[in-house]
């Protein structure tokens, strides 16, 4: 089977010349996911959210600026020499030492915080690979729904044909007739049906990249493209080490033991150096001092239990979708046995069976010893079973990519 395009249509009341028409881009799913990865909104804004929580590690890391403090007034004499007037200037500066045990903390807290927002954003671009491939695997089943409704349609032109010519000869009943045409009928609605759902999948494919896909392109690909094949040791091993959901579980835990050493940290205050210098018209005082804040009222127990019960929530969290994750891989697996088996069945057994009796009964049809009835409903079959596979096969596809998905496959390059 060839190469299997799919033209997105453009919206028009007429066509336009030939010449005028934009050349057609022929994109393949490799080429059609990174137009959508360099501009889907959604990873974008992903994007700037690691950039935020990267910055917020800079943050953290700067040291408390050192505080000038100026003052100037009048030195006034009342009694009589008791003191000289004149000008009064106080000059001041102070620094704050923090607590390396709270910096450390916070720092850590901020890294833990940037590492999630990097998990985060593996995630939404795993998932949207994901989706763009079943997206594209859509629509060339759609395309393939239609090509098979076009075979259809044209085959039952053909018996129409032939029982239209026994009719007129008065070899058949007109009912015969009738049957056909209403198979036509019947298939042509299939196949516009379908030609329209695969619009709608193209459409969806340009929603996810933000409309900038060409104006007139074709997607090549086949919906029976074949894979490595899969293990499930593999995958399970695979989805618990890389998942980028449960990487980011992990950073959010991190954090969160972070910000009870923060909390805990707190307990302890850091430690204000101070120099001051005042002048006035007879004498200069310099003093140097050393601020020190005491935790006698406020231990700050209630954000350390905070702090406690958040690590225990996270905690629990990563616990609950390792569990769940392990079952998640276990159910998209039996969905890709099952769509595996029914795909060999199909392909190997029921298409040929099928075929076999369609040519039975267009034989004996055409010796009289059957009506059209046998003949439709053998093409009935024919089609049902040429539909359960196209099916299966898009259940296939599916299936491998919600385990590639669950085992991180889709993550940049870089973090493979």
């Known amino acids: 089977m060839g190469m299997m395009p799919v033209t997105l249509p453009v919206a028009a009341q007429s066509d336009p010349p030939a010449a005028s028409r934009p050349p057609v881009t022929m994109l393949t799913i490799d080429q059609l ?20 929580a990267q910055a917020s590690v800079t943050s953290a890391r700067a040291f408390p600026n050192p505080r000038l403090d100026v003052a100037s007034g009048d030195n006034t004499q009342r009694p009589a020499g008791t003191a000289l007037p004149g000008r009064v200037e106080v000059r001041g500066v102070s620094q704050l030492i923090e607590n390396p045990f709270l910096r450390s903390a916070r720092i850590d807290s901020a890294a833990a915080g940037s590492v ?19 997206r594209a695997f859509e629509a060339l089943l759609r395309v393939e729904e239609e090509a098979a409704a076009r075979e259809s349609v044209r085959l039952l032109e053909q018996v ?9 000869t008065g070899e058949a009943p007109r ?6 045409d209403a198979e036509i009928i019947s298939a042509r609605q299939r196949q516009v049906s379908a030609s329209i759902k695969s619009e709608q999948a193209l459409i969806a494919l340009n929603r996810l990249a933000a409309g900038r896909l060409p104006e007139s ?21 695979q989805a618990i080490a890389r998942n980028p959901e449960l990487l980011s579980l992990r950073a959010q835990l991190g954090r969160a033991e972070a910000n009870l050493s923060l909390a805990r940290a707190g307990r302890l205050p850091g430690v204000e150096l101070r120099y001051a ?24 127990q209630g954000p350390v239990a905070e702090a406690v019960a958040e690590q225990q929530r996270a905690k629990t969290r990563l616990d609950g979708a390792l569990l769940e994750m392990r079952q998640r891989v276990l159910l998209a697996w039996k969905s890709y046995e099952m769509a595996r088996a029914s795909v060999e069945a199909l ?29 439709l409903d053998a093409q009935r079959v024919l089609r049902s079973v040429r539909a359960d596979l196209i099916q299966a096969r898009f259940e296939l596809q599916s299936a491998r990519i919600s385990l590639d998905r669950l085992a991180g496959r889709f993550l940049a390059p870089d973090n493979n």
């Open 277 to 300: 210098e005042t002048r006035d018209p007879e004498i200069r005082q310099s003093l140097t001092g050393v601020n020190i804040q005491i935790p006698l009222f406020d231990q700050r």
């Open 217 to 237: 392109w074709m997607l090549l690909g086949r919906l029976a493209d074949e894979s490595a094949t899969l293990s499930l040791e593999a995958i399970q091993q």
């Open 160 to 168: 129409r044909d032939r029982v239209r010519l026994r009719v007129e």
């Open 175 to 180: 009912f015969e007739l009738i049957k056909a």
């Open 33 to 52: 996911t990174k137009i959508i990865l360099d501009n889907n909104t959604e990873l974008i804004a992903a994007q700037r959210q690691r950039e935020a």
């Open 116 to 134: 999630a927002a990097g998990h985060e954003l593996d995630a939404v671009r795993n998932g949207l690979v994901a989706e763009v491939r079943l």
């Open 347 to 375: 392909s190997l057994g029921a298409i040929r069976e099928a075929e076999s009796a369609l040519q039975v009964a267009e034989a004996a049809y055409r010796f009289g010893e059957r009506g059209i009835l046998e003949v």
